[in-house]
């Protein structure tokens, strides 16, 4: 047997097409395009991945970037300040700081200040909450991400033992949470959890947010089960070269998995293409 392959890029090259023309359609109308402000602090191989895809993705479709680079010295007051001025600002719909912070910052305080109906990220506890009581909200990119993946290959959680590696509250939890929606039986497992192998071969749909490269093998997978992996890790190969890999063992599985994410062109293009769509859902809304 070989995986089906679950192919993200060409799922957000997809929606990202469709999010244009909506975008083109509501310009005239608002007499500006939609604005995405991103807040980056200090220097992280995955954040920088994201930041480059994010404003590549914001010049396809038409939508201003206000990117803003502050050194690993700034302060949580510095960080707070800037955050109300976005909040204030009428050109920006969609607000994302990035994670994690460099040490002595607070990013759970930072989100707090966001408004939540620029929220583009879907993490204030506001948006949490209400993706907790199943009511509708700006959701978190990366787990939105996953489930149009499956959606878009036609997997339906509903009565199957799904299994989520990480509990984050970037993306474990609210995953777990939007399964659970979908009516999978959701298994959460962590660093605390004894012989994750075994709780891993018991899943329908394994989820890995680690962030350990390589680290799920044949060994994790039920035959025919279908994998996500949302791990982002750089690793320096043989050569010396740097590369991007999954927390997911992509070609030990290939012939174990029914379906599977690959990394790069998995879950990452989709987590920039919720972002989008979140942004524009803002930006709607604001504008109506
Ligand atoms: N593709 C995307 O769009 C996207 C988006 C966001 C993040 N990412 C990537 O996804 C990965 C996870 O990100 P995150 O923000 O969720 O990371 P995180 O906050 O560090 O959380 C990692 C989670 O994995 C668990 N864990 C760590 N080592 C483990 C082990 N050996 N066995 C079982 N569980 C273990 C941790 O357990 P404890 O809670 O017990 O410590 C924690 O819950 C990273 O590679 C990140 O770069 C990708
Ligand atoms: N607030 C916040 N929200 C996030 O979703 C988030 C952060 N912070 N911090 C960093 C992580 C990592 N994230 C990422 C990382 C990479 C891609 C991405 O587009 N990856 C491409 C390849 C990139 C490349 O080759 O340079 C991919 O195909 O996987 C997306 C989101 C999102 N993450």
């Known amino acids: 047997m070989t995986a089906r392959l679950l192919d993200g890029k060409a799922l957000a090259e997809k929606i990202q097409d469709r999010l244009k023309v909506e975008i083109a359609e509501l310009q ?4 500006r395009a939609p604005g ?6 200090g220097d992280n191989p995955a954040s920088a991945a ?3 895809n994010k404003e590549r993705a914001c010049e396809r479709l038409g939508m201003v970037s206000f990117g803003q680079h502050l050194p690993a010295t700034a302060t949580q007051a510095e960080l707070t300040a800037i955050i109300h001025q976005l909040n204030a600002d009428p050109n920006v719909d969609g607000i994302l700081v990035q994670l994690p912070l460099p040490e002595g910052l607070d ?3 930072l989100l707090l200040e966001i408004d939540p109906d620029k929220d583009a990220d879907g993490l204030h506890p506001a948006n949490l909450g209400r ?7 700006l959701r978190s990119c990366t787990p939105a991400g996953v489930m149009e993946i ?8 509903a009565g199957k033992k799904a299994v989520v590696v990480g509990r984050s509250i970037l993306v474990g939890k609210p995953i777990a949470l939007m399964l659970l929606e979908a009516n999978a039986t959701v298994t959460i497992a962590h660093s605390r959890t004894p012989d994750l192998a075994a709780v891993c071969r018991e899943a329908d749909i394994l989820v890995a947010a680690v962030g350990r490269p390589l680290m799920i093998g044949p060994d994790y997978i039920k035959p025919g089960a279908t994998v996500i992996d949302v791990g982002i890790n750089r690793i320096t190969d043989q050569t010396g070269k740097g590369k991007l890999v999954g927390d997911v063992d992509f070609d030990r599985l290939l012939d174990v998995a029914g379906a599977i994410t690959p ?10 293409t919720m972002l989008l769509a979140n942004t524009v859902e803002s930006y709607r809304r604001r504008l109506a």
């Open 28 to 31: 005239p109308d608002r007499g």
């Open 36 to 41: 995405l402000a991103v807040l980056m602090v």
């Open 50 to 52: 994201y930041v480059r």
């Open 107 to 109: 990013g759970n305080a």
């Open 131 to 137: 993706l907790v009581r199943g009511e509708p909200c």
């Open 150 to 157: 499956l959606r878009d290959g036609g997997i339906d959680p």
């Open 263 to 272: 990394v790069p062109g998995g879950v990452g293009p989709m987590t920039v």
